[in-house]
């Protein structure tokens, strides 16, 4: 299953992405691989994600998980590989895609209020001039009420808490109206409360027919909250419904066998952020 | 008493020339000129809130400073054409193809070697600077070069402006000012958040070169007013004395415009009002003022907003 990385890759080699994810799948990728300097982020993964589920990413840290995401959406370039979304490239899909980044990068001073965040989600329609009107303040304030920060729309971004901002975050990817949605650590250093809340939207969306890739850290939780798991350790290493995927044996192959056996311990793995 | 009131009147002469230059009273040359440092200060104010949300307020810095040897090869190349070497256009030209060249170097040595931003912006910038400084004195030595008078680019000067001068530096601050109004909305986007932009589709990197672009467009028409040392001051100082006031970007835009605007045309009505008063300088203190005054009485986030409410929270019901 695994490709030998000492092996020169031949152009013609056939990529195992599954048949029936290639044009259904909202995201699909194959071979890819992604380096930061010398050492690879990623390799040779291939991947096609389920239609509407909800599939968490799971694997160590430095697995590249968020490099999976970010190199999927073209953040981050790849040396090779394939994306494609519903069967097309991903530059004609954009409009069908959110992407919910890891908090840690954003600058919390700058000038811009809960509602101006959620109003960025629309950037795409409105473009470089058109204004701001009503129906786009009212669609804006719905997915502020959608994640429980309706009362928070004026405030500033840095004097909202860890979890209140995240859930701006994804009331900015709820405006964009799209049918992926991906999430990078969307569960990172937030509260109870937000926990309940984002996993709640992220249900509703599912159920709605759309489909949720989160990378995840916390293992305790995989089971109630996802339907599939995708594991990973820079190579791709399995992806299936939780009730059968979700094994010590393949946690063993992702981990390096490096899990405390008890579930508490195999929570403690988590990734550190 | 005598003596008092003899001392008083110079300074009643300059009070009255200060309210004629502010009115616009000083006759059609200076008035081309104080509207279009005006006009700068708008575009520069506007200008400088993406430079400085994007952090990339040191990079102009070196930018402006890197414009002098364009500005003197410039000078040496119109005189050798048998031109004016001072014609402000052709200046400006030469300052701005050095001035990308100095943003090639900065942006080059920070991705192709190990060197940190910040070295490379201090490499770059004082190795210009000296290219530039080595050029000018040269020029003085050229029998064309002795009234050239390009030492003014360093601190700007209105002083013996054309009209035709004024008029290039307000159609390009006008121009800039629409170009950064058009494309706010994605300049913002990128500095707030570039990985979510690039997700929706948007060229951060050439979004980014825009804004840099932009800055470096003011800078080169900054030149003539307000000098290459402090125009990064006119780029600054309005759009981080405009935060204090506001958590939008979009009213941020509109008091940076406003600072920026009441520094330039302020500045350069002072500066109209005694021979030698430097321009550059005067704009800079004003925008200064202007901060400290933002710095000071902001609500919420000013000093004393903030000492108001740090002592109702020491002492509750106290404040009532």
Redesign the interface.
Known sequence: MKIDSTRPKAQSQVIPVRADAAPTSPLAISGLTVSYGDSPALRDVSIGFHPGAMTAIIGPNGAGKSTLLKSALGIVAPLSGRVTCWGKPLARQRHRIAYVPQRAAIDWEFPARALDVVLMGMYRELGLLRRVRAPHLARAMSCLARVGMEDFADRQIGRLSGGQQQRVFLARALAQGADLYMLDEPLAGVDAATERAIIAVLKEIVAEGGTVIAVHHDLATVPGYFDRVFLMNVSAITEGPVATTFSRENLDLAYGGRLALDPAGAAGARDAH | MAGVLRWTRPGRRVRVMLTEALFLQLGYNATLVTLGAGLLGIAAGVTGVFLV?G?RALVSDAVSHATLPGIGLAFILMVMAGGDGRALPGLLLGAAASAGLGLLCVSWLTRRTRLGEDAAIGAVLSVFFGAGVVLLTVIQTMSAGRQAGLETFLLGSTAGMLRSDALVIALAGALVLGLVL??R??M??A???P????????DVRRTELAAMGLAMAITVIGLKIVGLILIVALLIIPPVAA?FW????D??LALSGLFGGISGYGGAALSATAPGLPTGPLIVLLAFALFVLSLLAAPRRGVLATLLRRRRAIAPGAGR
């Open positions: 949300l952090k058009v494309l909305r994605p913002t986007l500095a707030f958040d990985d979510f932009a690039i997700a929706q589709g948007l935060r506001s958590d939008r970007v009213h941020v």
